[in-house]
């Protein structure tokens, strides 16, 4: 992602308001702020990674006192408070009642509708959603829910059913390695999505599930080669797979492959809690290798100066 361009539809760092301006609602991409899911998602691993960089951001702040406005759905007049229980809060470690559906992004904070000159809009956990049969947005969040609450077993069954719904398709993955997709329900349709690679990636990281098998371990592999080919000249990540809806960038599908990378993520579910794995097991999950240009994206989304930082070829475990 490069410096926000309204006509070329990128998002980028804005300064004045701390947070990532640019995102898809509403009919198209808006002027505006996405709190919940862009900067939900990319917040907490942006500013860390600026932070290794030398670089200072607060992403996570402004969004949290934005998240404590109350929310206005212009069309109703229906108002909203968010209570922090936005489903995508589970992949930092938070215990949820459920992983929730959410609104969409029709709340607004009032006097930033997207009639005025600095849209913020927000989604709202609405109800609880299925368990089972639900996209990877939601299924790998169910894994990690269970996970935090002790049910080893659910997670470990649900995580292997995405085992089985994984497709792999030789030169496909970066440098023409063996990438894939997931099938059925997990990535419904002919046209696959990159954030389905970023959210799996980042529940298998969390409950260490991918360090399970041989075969755990080659699909995470093909699952990051597949995540590191969607990677953009300017570092962001593509939401499509290849011929299907244009290269577009936006700041979830580069958030989520952000956070799936955050070394930190295996600390946010506490081992001692639900006691899953050794301590071994448990500092072999956090070392799980990474590929393609972390540093690159880090630059690209955030659109600060990240002097002194070099990348290496995408191909470059880093």
Known sequence: MSPFNL????????????????????GGFQNGFVLIDTQLILAKSLDYFN???????????????????????PSTGMTGTYNG????EIMFGTVLNCVNEDSGQVYY??????????PITTALPVACSESTGGAMNTYALWIELYYLKGDLQTATSMFMNTIGAWTPTPGTGIGGSTGGYFSGSLDQGTCKSSRSLGYWLEMARATGFWNTNSQTKEV????????????????????SYPNCGGAKESGESSGLALIAFDPRVPSWFDPQAVQPMSTSDQATSQNMPSYGSLASLTAAVSVV?????EDGPAEERI
């Open 109 to 118: 904070v009032q006097g930033h509708t997207l009639s005025d000159a600095d």
């Open 220 to 239: 995470a592999l093909e699952v990051m080669d597949e995540l590191w080919a969607h990677q953009s000249s300017d570092g962001g990540i593509l939401v």
């Open 7 to 26: 006509a070329d539809e990128k998002s980028g760092y804005d300064p004045n308001f701390g947070m990532i301006r640019g995102g898809y609602w509403g």
């Open 51 to 73: 932070a290794q960089a030398g670089v200072h951001t607060d992403i996570e702040g402004k969004l949290r006192v934005w998240l404590n406005s109350t929310f206005v759905d």
């Open 85 to 88: 229980d936005d489903r995508r």
């Open 305 to 309: 100066n990240v002097a002194g930082r």
